[in-house]
């Protein structure tokens, strides 16, 4: 696979989910641990508080298998939830970060 | 008026405002300012289990008798982690279930106290919700809340966690807030109901697959009226037993791995399968490529994430049951479709649901229906989880919703006896059966002693055969007759046990007169054990082997 062909694999297989939830301790477990429990694996983990607000958002860049609708679901399921959006992952959220990520 | 009420004395409060009046615990230092508060109740009567998961079970018997919440509490440490398996076999079977546990005091959570235990975060992956409560305030909330989704949706278990300084902690209440209720659902999508609604009329060779959801929902009266004006023939999973009468004309019984073939038979050739409330769960599909393989789907579940999970709908309606049936039943066609039920009587006649020595009343289908014949509808009727609990299923003549308490999702063994107790508990005019096994009985044997405390109208059928039934069943048929582990080479002799423990017993083995030993012990008033030695040869039959398709079938 030449690194071209690998990018586009990179693009295709992988997605960024955008989750809106009440901030308190406990939250980042319920969610995460949906995915766990599955032997689902996240790639990518970012969270911080919305202002004042009381809530924050989560960034999870997964891998795409035909379970992710179903993931989608569980975590619209959760108590303090309050939304969710699918992006690809070409999503910049992640992309500035790797600098902080260099062995 | 201004109070000022402990944090405890404001958990027994909303627990009584939330109608609550039996619970069932065990205290422990970490629970006690609760358990204090509690004895001041004049409201609530607490039963005192005898292990932690017996006060699981008996609330389980409350929630599923009565589809309204019910309570149990626990200490910290081991006491809630004790607790886990009723939560979790009330997440796996939908129950709505309140858990209460003490935690150590906030101070010296995550400092390895005695009897800390992350009681929240074990509790995650197995309720619906979960709580660690941080102060007396935070009770005014959570608690009505933890009711409300409990009973909300798609019914299930919720934990609160209160630590012991959060129960001491006393603060002035003005306001007490509403009770918890269940919330009403969205409505179904009436372009959805109305393409169900055609294709239901537009099938030839149609089935009606109703499961717990339909019990959850108070439908099953709607469900039948259904299958009656459309003329569906009607499968039920486990959980959904008694939801139409076993003798109805329409019914096929239980679907699945242990059906009657000829139920396995007709889901194998419908062109439509309606399912409502129910989640295709592997024990109900077998294979699932080749569950119902030309049928068309229309699924109707309240838990939208049950839709398309297994096997994808083309009809997928994401709502309460019992509002979708209510509107789908004008739309549907009355049809006695006459040339599908003719089918499906023959499939019947053909490979009819056998039951072997069913007139000796100690053959173990022979006692089920003797069991059967000493009550009526009223009856409740419960089961640990093993062979016995196939038969009974197979052959109890169910009728009635929240008649039948079985562990479904998680197949908990030593779920009858606590869940029996607390069906007793919530419905005393009823007699409360549990069929039992040996193997099952002694994981919760303790709990004879809370029967013969509380005098519940119990009788406990022990079906004896000296062995883990399903596993020697499993490895005589599926492991080279290897049997290791599965037969008991010593048992305990269960008429003095249960004497021991305070109940009546009564031996049929040693009866002259089984049948009138039976009787005379059902008919006598409080719990009471029966035993019955039976053959430990006898399979469930006919079965699905693991893996394999419904249509194919072994056995009888």
Redesign the interface.
């Known amino acids: 696979m030449n690194a071209t062909n690998h990018q586009e694999h990179q693009t295709l297989s992988r997605a960024v989910l955008e989750i809106d939830v009440n901030n308190h301790a406990g939250v980042m477990s319920h969610v995460v641990g949906l995915f766990s429990r599955r032997a689902y694996n996240v790639d990518g983990i970012l969270c911080l508080p919305l202002g004042d607000s009381g809530q924050s958002r989560i960034w999870l860049l997964v891998n795409e298998d035909q379970r992710l609708p179903q993931m989608i679901k569980q975590v619209e399921k959760l108590e303090d939830v309050t939304g969710i959006r699918r992006h690809n992952a070409d999503h910049a959220v992640f992309q500035n970060l790797e600098n902080f990520f260099r062995v | 008026m201004t109070e000022t009420l402990t944090g405890a004395q404001i958990t027994v409060r909303l627990l009584e405002r939330q109608g609550i009046r039996t619970l069932a615990g065990i205290p422990g230092g970490a629970i006690l300012p609760i358990y204090d508060a509690l004895g001041q109740s004049s409201l609530i009567h607490h039963v005192l289990a005898r292990h932690e998961q017996g006060a699981g079970f008996m609330a389980q018997g409350m929630a599923r008798v009565s589809g309204q919440p019910a309570v149990c509490l626990a200490s910290s440490g081991p006491g809630a982690t004790n607790l886990l398996t009723a939560i979790a076999d009330a997440k796996l079977d939908s129950i709505p279930l309140v858990a209460i546990t003490g935690q150590v005091p906030k101070a010296m959570i995550g400092t390895d106290a005695f009897q800390e235990v992350d009681t ?2 074990l509790s ?2 197995i309720t ?3 709580f ?1 409560v941080s102060s007396a305030e935070e009770l005014l909330e959570v608690i009505p809340r933890a009711f409300a ?1 409990a009973a909300s949706g798609r019914p299930g278990p919720v934990l609160i966690d209160i630590p012991k300084d959060v129960q001491m902690q006393a603060i002035e209440i003005t306001h007490w807030p509403a009770p918890g209720e269940r919330q009403p659902a969205p409505a179904a999508d009436a372009w959805a109901l109305s393409e169900a609604s055609g294709m239901i009329n537009a099938a030839k060779r149609p089935i009606l697959y109703l499961g717990g959801g339909v019990v959850h929902a108070g439908a099953s009266g709607l469900a039948v009226k259904l299958a009656e004006k459309a003329g569906l023939p009607t499968v039920m999973t486990l959980m959904a037993l008694g939801a139409m009468p076993v003798d109805h004309p329409l019914s096929l019984g239980m679907l699945g791995m242990h059906a009657a073939r000829y139920t396995n038979l007709a889901l194998d050739e419908c062109d439509l399968l309606i399912a409502v409330g129910a989640r295709f769960d592997d024990r109900a599909t077998g294979k699932v490529a080749a569950f119902c393989p030309q049928a068309r789907i229309i699924h109707i579940d309240i ?3 049950e839709l ?2 297994i096997k994808t709908a083309h009809i997928g309606i994401t709502a309460d049951v019992q509002e979708s049936l209510n509107r789908l039943l004008p739309a549907v066609a009355t049809n006695a479709r006459s040339d599908w039920r003719q089918r499906v009587d023959s499939l019947k006649a053909e490979h009819p649901f056998l039951m072997p020595d069913v007139d000796k009343p100690l053959s173990h289908f022979g006692l089920i229906r003797t069991v059967a014949a000493c009550l009526d509808d009223e009856a409740v009727i419960a089961t640990d989880v093993g062979q016995h609990q196939m038969w009974v299923a197979q052959a109890y003549p169910l009728r009635r919703p929240r008649q039948w308490l079985t562990s479904g999702g998680l197949g908990t063994m030593g779920f009858g006896v606590p869940a029996a107790i607390g069906a007793a508990l919530a419905e005393p005019q009823r007699t409360v059966v549990c069929f039992t096994g040996d193997g099952s009985i002694l994981m919760n044997i303790q709990e004879l002693v809370t029967a013969a405390e509380e005098k519940v109208n119990l009788k406990i059928v022990l079906m004896d055969n000296a062995t883990l039934g399903l596993v020697h069943q499993q490895q005589t048929l599926f492991y080279g007759e290897r049997l290791f582990a599965s037969q008991f080479k010593a048992s305990p002799d269960f008429i003095k046990v249960a004497q021991g423990f305070g109940i009546a017993a009564v031996d049929l083995d040693h009866a002259t007169n089984p049948c009138a030993a039976l009787i005379e012990a059902i008919s006598r008033p409080g719990p009471c054990l029966i035993h019955a030695s039976i053959d430990a040869e006898q399979k469930v039959y006919p079965m699905v082997p693991p893996g394999a398709a419904n249509r194919d079938m072994i056995g009888a």
Request: no cysteine; hydrophobic share 30%; aromatic share 8%.
């Open positions: 929240y975060g995650i992956p619906k919700h979960n660690l989704i838990d939208p994430a398309d999970k």
